[in-house]
């Protein structure tokens, strides 16, 4: 018969250590989605704002800063275009969003993500 004390506490440690890195990489996963998905809807919005009746494409681009900003961060809204395009004989406004994808948490390097939004042209 083997001597086995304090191997629960060593299973314990390496089970921990497993779960707490797969729960990490859902966390930043979601944060992930989140920081996309409120990218797409921030361009969105501001291509249905560029393209009303008396506003320009420029107005939708600020706009979509300022979603940004108030959404997650001020940097995150750094790099927006909009610009007028022709597709299918409809003029749109399409608003571009270039921004850093979260690597860890907010903070740290990270690629970039493009998000976009259109809206037909009033």
Do not use: C, K, W
């Not at 390496?14 to 890195?21: E, P, Q, R």
């Not at 560029?50 to 420029?58: C, D, K, N, V």
């Not at 275009?81 to 406004?93: M, N, P, Q, T």
């Amino acid at each position: 018969m083997t001597d086995e004390s304090g191997s629960a506490v060593v299973e314990f440690v390496l089970v921990s250590i497993l779960l707490v890195t797969v729960l990490l990489g859902v966390v930043q996963l979601a944060l992930a989605m989140h920081v996309r998905n409120t990218l797409v809807d921030a361009a969105g919005e501001g291509a249905r704002y560029g393209a009303l009746e008396g506003s320009s494409p420029q107005a939708g681009a600020q706009r979509t800063r300022e979603l940004i900003g108030t959404a997650l961060s001020a940097r995150y809204g750094r790099d927006v275009s909009a610009a007028l395009v022709e597709r299918d004989g409809l003029v749109l406004v399409e608003v571009t969003v270039r921004a850093p994808l979260p690597v860890l948490g907010l903070l740290g390097p990270g690629g970039v993500m493009t998000a976009g939004g259109r809206a037909v042209q009033e």
